[in-house]
């Protein structure tokens, strides 16, 4: 499961990540260090053979659903890697090849989880941030007409180091891995689902800071023991 995450990134960072080239905009990404699903994250997809970097909605919410978003109930922001072909709300971008990545570090609290406990921070050994495998969507507010996309993590079984936090991990692709995942066919990507090594992640305890999303900041991902 993932369910809180770190964007704290830059636009070249993204870049850097997904391996876009081109000119950063004159202003810059506002880093965000504390994410909750239903609030807006930063995801790389694909549009017209270029990769694009664009603001989506943690939480997917499939396009036949006619509704404010306040009426869906169902927990979409992670989507299961052994469900995610058959899932009625995933099978659709999953078949239409709609896969992204999510740019992110993230917060996981050991289980079983105490109350006023603090959580791990995941970020990768060797890089800014990890490359989060996930699905896209474009779905139409029904009060504004308005276009909007939404997106879901796709988690995996753990490798041994998140093993010992809980039983599920985001699926985190190597930088040599992008092609394939953006213009693989599905039974192709579908093998790509799996645990990453667990060389590629440090985990490092923080503060119960990060509990409440209202907290933002630093101080988010500052070690406990600091």
Known sequence: MCGRGDQSLTWSDICELSGIVGSPPTTNLQPVYNIAPTTTVHIVREKDGERIIEKAR???LPRSWKKPTKEWTYS????RSDKVRESRTFRGPWN????????????EWKRPKE?????????????VAFRIAGLWEE???????EVKTTCTVITCEPNEIMAELHDRMPVI?????LDAWFNAPPEEAY????????????????????????????DCIKPEDE
């Open 58 to 60: 943690w939480g997917l």
């Open 76 to 79: 979409t922001f992670n989507a």
């Open 96 to 107: 239409a090849g709609q896969r992204c990545i999510i740019p992110m570090n993230f917060y």
């Open 115 to 127: 109350k006023g406990q603090g959580p791990f921070h995941i970020f990768p050994t060797k890089e």
């Open 139 to 145: 779905w139409t507010d029904p009060d504004t007409g």
């Open 173 to 177: 692709l190597g930088a040599d891995q």
């Open 191 to 218: 093998e790509m689902l799996k645990p990453c090594p667990s060389d590629w992640i440090t985990a490092n305890k923080v503060s119960a800071y990060v509990n409440s999303t209202r907290n933002q900041g630093p």
